[in-house]
């Protein structure tokens, strides 16, 4: 079985600091792991992903993401925080075993707030 | 411009009607998703499609089914609302099952009164 805790369901910064959003996951199998972000109204868009090879991740916007299997953790940062990055963010796992086929596990998700 | 379309985007619906919630997408992707979104609980996965002709339950699959009769289109039924279904419902779809990205409609917002 799958799952994933983010830490803080609200996130507050300035802009122009930096952004943490703190993911960790549990799985029975090596994790695919992905980030996504919903603005109002709308779904959910693709930030990042990490399957295989190198366990720090680029993704669009100025995040990035590093895999760290010891700690079970995929936080997400951006060094310096803008107006437009105020949405919610979700960690989600996908579990390739099994009969899952690819289906993701979302956490709660944490809405991301940024004060001028 | 490709992508999923879910339709409607929104309804207000009576409990113990029927409804169908329409999604279809235009990437050829072989596998489809249905999720709810409800506050502090994030996504969670209501039925899902691996390939046409095949479908699986999700973590909350009671009062929901769906049906996968072609690559494209993946309706999600609530055969007698009740209340408690009241949400936002996301269609996803993915191209080779987890290894890519899911990518998502823009939503469904569905009241049960």
């Known amino acids: 079985a799958q799952s994933v805790t983010q830490l803080g369901s609200h996130v507050s910064v300035s802009e122009g600091a930096l952004v943490l959003l703190r993911c960790n996951y549990s799985s029975s199998v090596p994790p695919y792991l992905f980030w996504y972000v919903q603005y109002p109204n709308q779904g959910l868009q693709l930030l990042l992903k990490y399957t295989t090879g190198a366990t720090l991740v680029k993704g669009i916007n100025g995040f990035e993401a590093e895999f760290k299997k010891s700690e079970t953790s995929f936080h997400l940062t951006k060094p310096s925080a803008h107006m437009s990055d105020a949405a919610e963010y979700f960690c989600a796992v996908s579990d390739l075993g099994g009969t899952s086929y690819g289906k993701l596990t979302f956490g709660q998700g944490t809405i991301l707030t940024v004060h001028p | 411009i490709a992508g999923i379309t879910q339709a409607p985007t929104s309804q207000i619906l009576a409990a113990g009607r029927r409804m169908t919630l329409r999604c279809t997408q235009d990437m050829r992707h072989n596998a489809m998703y249905w999720y709810r979104q409800d506050l502090g609980l994030g996504l969670r996965l209501i039925h899902y499609?691996?390939?046409?002709?095949?479908?699986g339950k999700g973590e909350v699959p009671d009062g929901y089914s769906v049906s996968r009769a072609n690559t494209d289109d993946f309706p999600l039924t609530l055969a007698s609302a009740v209340p408690s279904q009241t949400s936002v419902y996301f269609c996803?779809?993915?191209?080779?099952?987890?290894?890519?990205?899911?990518?998502f409609g823009d939503g469904t917002r569905l009241s049960i009164l």
């Open positions: 996803a779809s993915s191209d080779s099952g987890g290894i890519q990205p899911q990518h």
């Open positions: 499609s691996n390939t046409a002709g095949t479908t």
